[in-house]
């Protein structure tokens, strides 16, 4: 059974900072891993998707990796901002499930300082 | 880019009521549409799929009488949770997919039973 867990769970950090979230998976049968931004009480957003067969994405300030054999991603966010501070899931779309549905993780709680 | 629209976007009701909530595809049809549940500073946990025109699929521990889907065309699905009871209040997400193409999500639905 696929498993998605986040590490750290939650982070408070000055602003300007470049941070490092990350995201591990116990299955590297993946169609693709996406990560999302959530704010409190709202809906999700997305913020890059990564195919299987793709190493890296990159969208502004945020870069996301994905080392599919050893079932990690990680999340860069560069010069980080006040704005930056939500809750960033990552989850993975197993190819054993033949629905493309989505496992999601348990969420890194970040805090920008300004 | 893709939208999905979640209604209502927040209900409260008495304990017992019947809770209808909608999932459109505004400008896509969708084959799959996922219906997911977030409990307070928990990750989203997938309920059940939808398919169009066919029964859902509903993961392990989801009551399939108590949180009825239906599915019934390509741009509109409904979760109805049923006799709901304060255990029930959570929040509810949606996503939609077009074939193999990237999940869209819905801005969710907060409901509460009282």
Known sequence: ?114 | GAVVSQHPSWVICKSGTSVKIECRSLDFQATTMFWYRQFPKQSLMLMATSNEGSKATYEQGVEKDKFLINHASLTLSTLTVTSAHPEDSSFYICSARAGNQPQHFGDGTRLSIL
């Open chain 1, 1 to 114: 059974k696929q498993e998605v867990t986040q590490i750290p769970a939650a982070l408070s950090v000055p602003e300007g900072e470049n941070l490092v979230l990350n995201c591990s998976f116990t299955d590297s049968a993946i169609y693709n891993l996406q990560w999302f931004r959530q704010d409190p009480g709202k809906g999700l957003t997305s913020l890059l998707l990564i195919q299987s067969s793709q190493r890296e994405q990159t969208s502004g300030r945020l870069n996301a990796s994905l080392d599919k054999s050893s079932g990690r991603s990680t999340l860069y966010i560069a010069a980080s901002q006040p704005g930056d501070s939500a809750t960033y899931l990552c989850a993975v779309s197993p190819t054993t499930s033949g629905t493309y549905k989505y496992i999601f993780g348990t969420g890194t709680r970040l805090k920008v300082l300004a």
